[in-house]
């Protein structure tokens, strides 16, 4: 029984899309998928673009990377920029060259700006976001920072996440400040990386699969998950990187893992204390991931103890199949 490939596929242009929260299993869910689709992964994750951050990224490894074929992986430097805009240049290119090989590219990664782009066009301008279920809670928190400490408090916060953002709203306008914090809160990206000019609908036709775990199995593996990158060279590979000359400050190294290692280096907390703090951003970080991916509205959810076959597989695209 061979795999099934695009002429099987009865809409134009398929994306399978595989998302989920970090930590979740989305790399494995995709390798179960590859046994019965003739496929090509590209990759949806905006810190596995950049070479060396390889443990706190949780990329896959040199042996996977040469087992199975990945796109848009382990290709920057980390001191480079790479918009969202990058992204679906990048990805469509990938695609269009997947296709004429007669396969299915799946999308796979935790980065939702990156996919909803893609898939499904996304246009942003300073006064009016798109970007549906932004957190209550951290727009309530938000503003009661700015009634206790003031718009300089918030300036200062957003300056520091994200400086071009903050230097285009020099004015220090309290509104356009909450929004541009609050959309970093809720997606883990910077506003200033949503700006997509011009884009229209997508022309693709995808299908979501999400990871379906219950929030006390999804924190397990977060936190095991963390002790294992901790205790096996996490902060080993942040020395590495800080020892090639690029700075602690950059875009790259601002995220979940890689903060709390260079906090850890410079000696500004303990090793345990490093960690703790390594788990609860990372908890945070899949919650706020969370919450963004509940606006694709027609995802599959499924559970990853599913043993997914050829039939299942069948009976997953069956809206796809001829």
């Not at 066009?121 to 009661?144: A, V, Y």
């Not at 022309?203 to 998950?225: C, K, M, P, V, W």
């Not at 590979?237 to 190294?253: D, Y």
Request: overall charge neutral; hydrophobic content about 35%; glycine content about 4%.
């Amino acid at each position: 029984m061979g795999k099934l490939t695009l002429s099987d596929i009865s809409v134009p242009k398929p994306l399978i899309v595989i998302l989920g929260p970090t930590a979740s299993g989305k790399t494995e869910l995709s390798y179960k998928l590859y046994e019965f689709i003739d496929s090509e992964f590209i990759s949806a994750d905006s810190r596995q673009i950049y070479k060396y951050l390889n443990i706190g990224t949780a990329k896959p490894s040199k042996q996977e990377l040469e087992d199975f074929p990945f796109h848009i992986i382990d290709f920057l430097e980390p001191d480079e920029k790479f918009s969202t805009g990058n992204f679906v240049q990048l990805a469509k290119s990938e695609i269009e060259k997947i296709y004429l090989k007669n396969k299915v590219p799946i999308i796979v990664g935790g980065t939702g700006l990156y996919i909803k782009a893609l898939c499904e066009g996304f246009l942003e301008n300073d006064d009016k976001s798109n970007i549906s279920n932004i957190n209550e809670t951290i727009r309530i928190q938000l503003n009661k920072e700015l009634e206790l400490k003031g718009k300089d408090f918030l300036y200062n916060k957003l300056l520091e996440i994200d400086k071009e953002s903050a230097l285009k709203y020099s004015d220090k306008n309290p509104r356009r400040v909450i929004r541009a914090l609050e959309f970093f809160y809720t997606t883990n990206h910077k506003f200033s990386d949503a700006h997509i000019q011009n884009t229209q609908q997508s022309e693709y036709n995808s299908i979501y699969f999400g990871i379906d775990l219950t929030r006390e199995n999804l924190y397990e593996n977060i936190n095991q998950r963390c002790e294992r990158m901790w205790n096996y060279g996490l902060i080993d590979e942040t020395k590495e990187i800080l020892a090639m000359g690029f700075s602690s400050s950059l875009n790259s190294l601002n995220t979940v893992g890689y903060k709390e290692s260079i906090s850890f280096v410079n000696n500004k907390m303990s090793y345990e204390d490093s960690l703790i703090e390594f788990k609860k951003n990372t908890r945070h970080y899949a919650k706020r991931q969370l919450t963004f991916f509940r606006q694709f509205k027609k995802t599959i959810w499924l559970d990853l103890s599913i043993q997914i076959n050829y039939n299942i597989t069948k009976f997953l695209l069956k809206d796809f199949i001829k």
